[in-house]
């Protein structure tokens, strides 16, 4: 019987089938009969479901049968399981992904999408047809107008200008006792069957006859269908006489009409550029009223439970939906709908819009649907793979990979502290602004004084929005009398540029803004030996002065140095192009390492600072922390005769201060960021940053400290053991190392 | 029939009065929570809800249904808290069945500053009251073994997360039934197909409101719309800090077997979890874009299925369903917005964000106890409208799942 | 070859001028303009010394694009990969997102030059299964 | 999502292209200083239909583009 080559198996039956066989078809051919419910065999009712290749809700009659396959029928009376692999599937291939572009899309290849593609193609279009019956179905149409198919090859989505849903019609399902009995096919489905070849036993059919297919029709209209399991009889009832019959059958073929195929125009509908043509663009003709049965097979939703629902109010139909989940499951409404709203319309409503049609009409996996998508892009400096040379675990850090920790945070620590390190600090924001409005357009744009400011000096700055409040802080550097390099935090670099060319526009102001972030790399050269290690590399006698900056070559390199300092100790920050990074990173490596050089990452950086009271903002920072609330009140000049965010700034200091950042010591440990700051047992603030300081040998943390009776005092207790206020710095609180 | 046919809920719908003491504009779980806790909590019925479509068939209809409380801000850990207490006790008050489900919620992080950063939620969550514990990743395992703690060997391997055993889900539509119903059972009128298309407000007061069902006057006009509450403000001569966006979601088919927790990865953009019917349920972030159309986009099935199925492999041979949108009203600080206005006899109960259905019953015990009583309750007087004017604002990172 | 084995780090030179000053610059031997906006310019290769009638132009060595040459039997693949459409005249220039990674294009009769920003090249290497990915 | 806009300069992208700029309008008859400051900063019409907004085609060209949208499409 097993003819190799040449069989399914189905449930463990070896199934055989014939070439353009689907699976239903193969089934049927076989004699079996595993499914209940009137089958349409063209993928709109929810019966010949089966499990195929570990994906459920397969329908069999859109599925090619192919030799080896291994096909299990959906549980009778409950749902797959959940597939209980914790794992991805291993050896499995990559689901095919395209994106598409033409002019028309026509979906369907009856008649009327056979029209519409000719008629576009005459118009010199670009044409792309999908049929679900040739393997291409169309999943969703979305705005743009999009329309997402899955293809043998896989998910593609068309961009086009037009989209024309000529889907056809779909048969109405019977509505009665006996509906959910196996072998009962629509008219359509038992042509179809019939011309594969199938013998479908004896036939008797009820409505419009099915087309070449041998058999009896019964007189009157549908009552039901009778059988074990299978069906047996069908009866029917005289609509003159009230005499019912019951006419034996081996296959009951139903022919009630059909409607439109309309989940895909209604999807479309109010797209530009997109309609729908012949039968899907018509009207369904209501059918009527149901009295008995399955309305719902998906659900298990009776005629007898919604009038159980709208006897106790739920009188809309979105609420006989929700209340009976009717037209929820796998075909979506498809077998349903036409029944609901004709049950609604006979509460003496009108006949009710159909439910909305929502995406997807054609069942695709998560597998499917992530295929063609990324995860979000991390970006690397040019210095990575040095990096990871030398063993450091990266993390993502605004937008970045950085180097937390290079595997010994006492050797980073301590080389910034006594030696000298280097860091890769690339990430940084880095703009240049020309122009001949250029002093006057930071001076509005920044709450501190720019004009004063001479060639070759920088200026922290604070950058604040229209609310008053800071979103970043960075570096002004002067390089000419209308030429500045503005520098921001590593995660505001993308939005700072975006930022400053809106208000340069709505200004007005005559200046070029030119974002240098990616084209630059800068590597940080800090500790007390910084200054010797960079003398090797043969940077000038004369190094910039404590927030200075000059353009020097350093290892052959020509660099922009910046000494300033996040560390607090002597740090250049040497800016160069990206494609010199490596060159400089090793030269620093080479050149120092009788200097102990060694690079520290986010882990040892974060420490360094903090003992410093550097806020990072962020983290130390609220998104309506103003300066007052920093403690940076002295970053900000209301003399000034304006800056973008004064008016809110002046707003917000007439107001009593609420909340305000602050350092905070304690003997032991620190206790974690977020840990709650309490004064006499009440709420009082919490950690923002917070570390064991190797050099003072104490924890030092930033915290918000909420006012209490107008003032920032008492007792402060974290986790039970006492915290104090103290002024920061908490390292080098004069500046001398920086300055030295 | 199927188990989770309706089968206890019973309106009673009433003909449309010229007044009533009070008017709630819209009929979701807001504004029918508000009216509930005025009739049971107050004993204040002379209430009409008015809502344009059915009830619940806004936002309350279309949300991914997690209740928990385990935010970044100790106003909004109360608040939340709040709710998630009524929400258990909601079945044994109303005598209705919500399918409540204590299924408790995971948090992914993937990195030291997402683990410093849950590290952080739960001691904010524990010090006000909700059940928020830090996990190391062995512990995810355990409570979750289907995650992919590599996931998939890729950059997102998880290094921890929170774990709130106190979240749950409950089925939108009955929170608005059941509300509804009992409001109604103590002479609560809930009025559909009933839009409000003005204010009336003849001086600087709001004295009602115009319906194409004609003028209804008003005590007090409440605001628990959802989508539109810039535009019925805007009638009041209020503006709000409001922007409305998309918010999708989406289901795959029903599958046996239980998934039981809420899992969440706010850096990757994801969370799912398994309704009682076996759909497993999926959302991420708002759209970028302010919008009021429901339409679905495919981007989303995609950005939205592929952290999922990194993480959760299982979830990859899973076939999608239906997917859907709401439009959401995400106000600037990411908190919502309840109580006075400026213009006497116009409330509102508004910034739902993603995290309205989460608010409901809390929401509106404390904006009835407002009306009735009025004056703003300690629980929620920290969402007035008046903190932007007064610069104390509610930011709350930890207000989204998914969007930073 | 028309599949590149990977993005090389493309030196060339930025100019942010005024509008009508970058209009007036012409393209040097063997070289290409990119017009990145109105008041942006991208001229590949590096130039030695550039004339632009703007005393506060921005020239800046540009360092920040990697770039790799897709001869014209790749630009199907490519054309897969783009939610935009490529335009069909040439010689072209177009920017947009690429396998989800943002790009500028350089399209000539034999195909086209991709630029990515350095600091994603390698995303846009992977996303379009260039040489040999493994560690 | 699936919301595409025109670049003057590039031509049609997708939103994933592009970054939302909020045009602040306080009406005019918020005359007080402080008053129109509160509104420029935190409020919005949050228009329902045609809108004028800008977006930053950061995909692209990395320019401001002023472009009239209908928010309920």
């Not at chain 1, 014939?18 to 349409?40: I, K, N, Q, S, Y």
């Not at chain 1, 989505?157 to 009962?184: D, K």
Request: aromatic fraction near 8%.
């Amino acid at each position: 019987m097993t003819r190799p080559g040449k069989v399914i198996d189905f449930d463990g039956t070896q199934v055989p089938f014939e070439a353009g066989d689907t699976v239903l078809t193969a089934v049927f051919r076989a004699g079996l009969r595993p499914w209940g419910g009137c089958l349409c065999a063209d993928g709109d009712c929810p019966y010949c479901l089966v499990t195929l290749g570990g994906v459920s809700y397969v329908r069999a009659c859109r599925t090619s049968a192919v030799e080896g396959m291994k096909v299990a029928s959906h549980p009778s009376g409950g749902y797959p399981p959940l597939p209980s692999s914790t794992r991805a599937p291993t050896g499995e291939s990559a689901v095919g992904f395209e994106m598409v572009h033409c002019d028309t899309v026509v979906i369907g290849q009856g008649r009327s999408g056979r029209e519409a593609a000719a008629e576009a193609e005459e118009r010199g279009r670009r044409v792309v047809t999908l049929d679900a019956r040739a393997g291409t179905e169309a999943v969703g149409v979305y705005p743009g107008p999009e329309v997402v198919a899955r293809t043998p090859e896989g998910m593609a989505r068309i961009f086009s200008e037009e989209v024309v849903v000529a889907t056809g019609s779909v048969e109405v399902q019977p509505v009665c006792p006996g509906n959910q009995l196996a072998g009962i096919l629509t008219r359509r489905a038992a042509e179809g069957l019939a011309a594969s070849g199938v013998d479908l036993g004896r036939v008797v059919s009820v409505g419009r006859p099915p087309e070449g297919v041998g058999h009896e029709p019964a007189q009157g209209r549908l009552v039901g269908f009778e059988g074990e399991g299978v069906v047996r009889r069908v009866v029917t009832r005289d609509e003159e006489t009230g005499a019912e019959r019951a006419y034996p059958c081996d296959t009951a073929v139903v022919g009630l009409g059909s409607g439109p195929r309309d989940t895909l125009a209604r999807m479309a509908h109010g797209l530009p550029g997109a309609r729908a043509v012949g039968s899907a663009a018509g009207h369904l003709d209501r059918p009527p009223v149901p009295e008995a049965g399955v309305v719902c097979p998906c659900s298990e939703v009776t005629v007898d439970d919604l009038r159980s629902v709208w006897d106790r109010g739920f009188h809309e139909l979105e609420l006989i939906k929700r209340s009976t989940l009717a037209g929820t499951g796998a075909c979506q409404g498809a077998v349903c709908m036409p029944h609901v709203r004709s049950f609604v319309a006979a509460g003496g409503q009108e006949l009710p819009p159909s439910f909305t049609a929502r995406p997807v009409v054609t069942q695709i996996t998560m597998g499917e649907a992530a295929a063609g998508w990324y995860h979000h892009p991390d970006r690397r400096t040019a210095l990575h793979d040095e990096h990871l040379a030398l063993g450091a675990r990266m993390e993502r850090s605004g937008g970045w990979l950085r180097p937390w920790t290079y595997g010994d945070a006492d050797r980073e620590y301590w080389a910034v502290r006594s030696g000298v390190s280097i860091c890769d600090v690339s990430t940084l924001g880095k703009i240049l602004v020309s122009g001949p409005d250029a002093d006057a357009f930071l001076e509005r744009i920044y709450p501190t004084c720019i004009s004063p400011l001479r060639p070759g000096r920088a200026k922290y700055v604070l950058v604040l929005d229209e609310r008053g409040y800071v979103f970043d802080d960075g570096l002004v550097c002067r390089e000419g009398a209308n030429r500045f390099l503005l520098t921001s935090t590593s995660a505001g670099a993308g939005h700072f540029e975006m930022w400053l060319s809106d208000w340069a526009e709505a200004w007005k102001v005559d200046v070029r803004i030119l974002d240098r972030t990616a084209s630059w790399g800068a590597i940080n050269v800090t500790g007390p030996r910084s200054g010797e290690l960079l003398s090797r590399l043969g940077a000038a006698d004369w190094l910039p002065p404590f927030m200075g900056h000059t353009e020097m070559e350093v290892a052959g390199v020509a660099c922009r140095v910046m000494r300033l300092s996040f560390t607090g100790e002597i740090s250049y920050e040497l800016h160069h192009q990206a494609s010199e990074s490596r060159h400089l990173w090793h030269a620093l490596m080479e050149s120092g390492a009788d200097l102990g050089v060694w690079p520290h990452g986010l882990e040892v950086l974060e420490e360094l600072r903090l003992e410093k009271g550097h806020i990072l903002v962020g983290v130390d920072s609220l998104p309506d922390s103003t300066p007052r609330r920093l403690g940076h009140g002295w970053a900000v000049r209301m003399d000034k005769a304006d800056f973008l965010g004064k008016p809110a700034v002046a707003r917000t200091s007439r107001m009593e201060l609420d909340r305000l950042l602050v350092g905070l010591e304690m003997d032991g440990g620190p206790p974690p960021q977020g840990a709650i700051l309490r004064v006499k047992g009440d709420y009082a603030g919490f950690v923002t940053s917070t570390t064991w300081s190797r050099v003072l040998g104490r924890s030092v943390m930033l915290a918000w400290l909420y006012a209490r009776d107008g003032a920032f005092a008492g007792d402060i207790l974290i986790d039970g053991r006492p915290a104090r206020k103290v002024a920061v710095p908490f390292y080098d609180p004069e500046g001398s190392r920086v300055r030295a | 029939m199927n188990e989770f046919i309706e089968a206890q809920v019973a309106f009673g719908w009433e003909d449309l009065r010229s007044s009533y003491d009070v008017v709630i504009v819209g009929g979701g779980g807001h504004g029918l929570s508000t009216a509930y806790h005025l009739a049971t909590r107050h004993g204040m019925t002379n209430v009409a809800v008015l809502e344009r479509g059915y009830i619940g068939s806004g936002n309350s209809g279309r949300n991914t249904t997690i209740i928990r409380a385990n935010y970044g801000i100790p106003e909004a850990v109360r608040f939340y808290q709040r709710s998630v207490d009524l929400y258990s006790r909601l079945e044994e008050e109303t005598g209705r069945w919500i399918m409540h489900d204590r299924k408790g919620l995971l948090w992914l992080v993937h990195g030291t500053p997402g683990t410093r950063h849950e590290r952080a939620r739960s001691i904010v969550n524990q010090a006000f009251g909700a059940d928020t514990v830090y996990v190391t990743p062995e512990e995810v395992g355990r409570i979750c073994p289907e995650v992919d703690l590599n996931a998939g060997g890729g950059e997102y391997r998880v290094t921890g997360g929170t774990y709130s055993p106190h979240a749950a889900t409950a089925r939108h539509d009955r929170v608005v039934w059941a509300l509804a119903e009992g409001a109604m059972k103590l002479g609560v009128h809930v009025h559909q197909r009933t839009a409000v298309t003005g204010l009336l407000k003849p001086g600087d007061r709001v004295t009602g409101v115009l319906t194409d069902r004609g003028p209804v006057s008003a005590g007090v006009v409440v605001s628990a719309v959802g989508g539109h509450v810039s535009t019925l403000a805007a009638m009041a001569g209020v503006r709000l800090p409001i922007r409305t966006h998309p918010l999708q979601a989406f289901v795959t088919n029903h599958y046996a077997g239980s998934f039981r927790p809420i899992v969440a990865s706010a850096e990757m953009g994801f969370y799912v979890s398994q309704t009682p019917r076996g759909e497993m349920l999926l959302g991420a972030g708002i759209d970028s874009q302010p919008s009021y159309s429901y339409r679905s986009s495919y981007e989303f099935l995609s950005h939205c299925s592929l952290p999922a199925v990194t993480l959760l492999p299982f979830l990859r041979n899973l076939t999608i369903l239906r997917q859907w949108a709401g439009v959401c009203d995400m106000s600037v600080d990411l908190s919502p917005i309840m109580g006075y206005t400026g213009v006497d006899g116009f409330l509102v109960t508004t910034g739902w964000g993603t995290w309205g259905f989460k608010g409901i019953p809390a929401g509106g015990e404390q904006m009835a106890e407002l009306i009735a009583t009025d004056r703003t309750p300690e629980l929620i007087a920290p969402f007035s409208l008046n903190r932007f004017k007064e610069d104390r604002l509610m930011f709350d990172p930890g207000s989204t799942g998914t969007t930073h | 070859m028309s599949v590149p084995e990977r993005f090389e780090r493309l030196e060339a030179t930025r100019i942010v001028a005024d509008p009508g000053a970058l209009d007036g610059i012409e393209s040097p031997d063997d070289g290409r303009l990119m017009r990145l906006a109105p008041d942006d310019l991208l001229v590949l290769p590096a130039l030695a010394r550039v004339d632009v009638a703007d005393r506060y132009a921005i020239i800046e060595p540009e360092a920040g694009f990697s770039a790799a040459w897709f001869g014209r039997s790749q630009l199907a693949r490519l054309q897969a990969v783009s939610a935009w459409e490529f335009p069909r005249h040439r010689p072209a220039v177009a920017q947009g997102h690429l396998a989800g990674i943002p790009v500028k294009m350089l399209f000539d009769e034999g195909g086209v030059r991709v630029l990515v920003p350095a600091v994603l090249a390698h995303h846009l290497e992977e996303r379009l299964g260039l040489g040999d990915r493994r560690e | 999502m699936a919301l595409r806009l025109h670049c003057p300069h590039c031509g049609v992208r997708p939103v994933d292209e592009w970054v939302y700029g909020e045009v602040p309008d306080p009406p005019d008859h918020l005359t007080g200083a402080d008053e129109r400051d509160v509104d420029r900063g935190f409020m919005m019409s949050n228009t329902e239909g045609a809108k004028q907004e800008r977006w930053f085609h950061a995909g692209g060209c990395g320019r401001w583009q002023a472009i009239e949208r209908d928010t309920t499409i």
